[in-house]
C-alpha cells in the first residue's frame, strides 16, 4: 500500500505522488550507510572490530581508547553533540573529508560504554566507505544499493540532479508558511537521501527478504540476519542496537527501524523482520508541533493489526522508596560539553519525581492529554507507562553514577547530575543574578535622574567612581552576553544552517564578551 496525502507544493496546490514525489528522510538515510558498510564487511574488506583510525588519511584523537565500526554502529563511539555546519542551504556540495578532519568531535566517554548518538560518527563510516571502495559515496551507494533496488527516483546528491529536481517536495516550517530552500546536510552519509515512497518500499523489500528483492541480492542472508539482530544494550530488558538498525519492539513484537528529521521532513521506517511487514511515513511540515503523528499513527497501526495486552502487573512492594532514591535531574548523553550549548544542555534536563503512589512522573515525558505521565515500578528498578508500554529503566552505570534507560530510544541514556550540575539550583542563581544586574543597569540612570532633581551628589573618591562605572560596564556585558547567547540560539534552533561560518564571527564576538563580562564580575 502506498499513498499521498496532501501537498508537495501547497501554494500551487501540488499533490504528493508517493511513487514520484521526493520527501527527505533524515537519519533514514544512515541505514544505507550501514549496508554499506555490512557489504563490505561480508568482502572481507572491513573489519568490525578494527580501530578505525586505520581506514583513514587522518587520526581521530581518543581520549578514552580506540574506536571500532561495530562502537559507529552502535552509537557508542563516545563523541560530543556536534550541530556547526550539520545542516545549510544554498547550491553547495558538501566536501565529506574536509568536513570530517575539521570538524573533528571530543571523546567524553570511554567507547563502547555509553550510547550517544553521533551524525559525525555516521559520516565517518561513510568516509571509510569511499575510501576502502575507492569510489565516491554517493556513486558507491547509487551503483551498489539504489540502482540494484529499481529505486530510480532516488539519491545522496545535493544539490539534487535535473532529472529529479522537479520531483522535490517542499519543505515547510509549517503549511501556513512559505516554502523552505532545499536543506543541504554536509556529513551527507548521515542524513542526505532523497526519495519516494515506493522506493523506500524497495529497500525495506531488500531487508525483510534477507538481502534480496527479485533476482537482486543486496546482502547476503548470513550478513543481513547478523546486521537485524542486537549488538548493544544497557539492559537485557530494554531496546538496544543493531548493527545501525534500532530496536524498538512493541505489541508483543520484536521490530527494528530508524527515525529521521531535518528542519522540515519528518520521518519513521519500521521492519517487523518475522511478519514480514514494513512500514515508512514521512511528513513535509511538523505543523506546530504539538503532536507526533507518525508515532500515533504506527502505534494506531500495531493496535489495530498485532493487538497486543500489556501485562497487568502488579506493583512492586519497594515502588515508593525506589521512586525516591532515583528522583533527580538526569541529562542527556547527547551532550555538548565544550562549546556554549553546554549551558543549554541542563535547561533540557529531565526532571523524575516520586508521586504519592509510589509512582514516578518525568515532566518532560508528556501523555496524550499533554500532561506527564505517570510510570509504575513492575520489576526492580523497572517503571513501566500507566496503560502504556514503554518503560523507563534506572541502573548504575560503570562508575556507579545512576542512569536512566530509556527503552524507546536505545542510541542515548540519561545520567543524574550533581548538586552543581542541576538546572533546579542553577537556573534560579542565573535568573537571580541576571535580575541584579539587570536592576543595576536600569536603576543608573533613574538615580541619576533623581539625583539631579533634587540637588544631590555623590560624595565619592576617584576610585569609588572607577569601580561605580566598571560594576555598571561589567554588568551590561553580561546582560548583552546572556541575550546575545540567547538569541543566536534561538535563531539557530529553527534555521540550523545559521550554525555554520555564518555565525562563528558572533559566537565569537559574544564569548569574548561573556569572558570580559565573567572577569569583571
Known sequence: FAKGYGYADYQNRKPVVPSETLFRPGSISKLFTWTAVMQLYEQGKLDLDRDVNQYLDFQIPY??????????????????????????????????????????????????????????ATALAGYIVERISGQPFNDYIDQHILKPLNMTHSTFAQPLPGALASYMSNGYGRASGSAEEFEVVVPFPAGSLSSTATDMSQFML?????????????????????????????????????????????NGQRIIGHGGDTQFFHSDLHLMLEAKVGFFISYNSAGRGETSPRTSLWEAFLDRYFPYQVPADATLATAKEDARSISGKYLLSLQFQSSPLRAFSYLGEFDVSPTEEGMIEVAQLLGANGKPARWREVAPMTFRKVNGQDTLIFKPDQSGHMQMV???????????VGFLHNKAFLLPVVVVSLVIMLLTVLLWPIGWIIRRYYGYLLDLTGVEILLRWGVRIVFLLNLIFAIGLAAILGYGSSHLGFFSDRATFWFYLVQVIGVIGAIGT
Request: no cysteine; proline share 9%.
Open 63 to 120: 581520549a578514552y581508547g580506540p574506536i571500532t565500526m561495530k562502537h559507529i554502529l552502535t552509537h557508542t563511539a563516545g563523541f560530543e553533540g556536534r550541530i556547526k555546519d550539520l545542516i545549510v542551504t544554498g547550491s553547495t556540495s558538501p566536501n565529506l573529508g574536509e568536513y570530517l578532519k575539521t570538524h573533528i568531535p571530543p571523546q567524553i566517554f570511554p567507547p563502547g560504554t555509553t550510547p550517544a548518538y553521533s551524525n559525525y
Open 206 to 250: 531488500a531487508h525483510l527478504q534477507e538481502g534480496q528483492l527479485g533476482d537482486v541480492r543486496i546482502l547476503k542472508p548470513e550478513t543481513a540476519t547478523l546486521m537485524h539482530s542486537r549488538l548493544f544494550t544497557l539492559d537485557p530488558a530494554s531496546n538496544g542496537m543493531a548493527y545501525g538498525f534500532y530496536e524498538e519492539s512493541r
Open 406 to 416: 530509556v527503552s524507546m530510544f536505545p542510541f542515548y541514556v540519561f545520567q543524574r
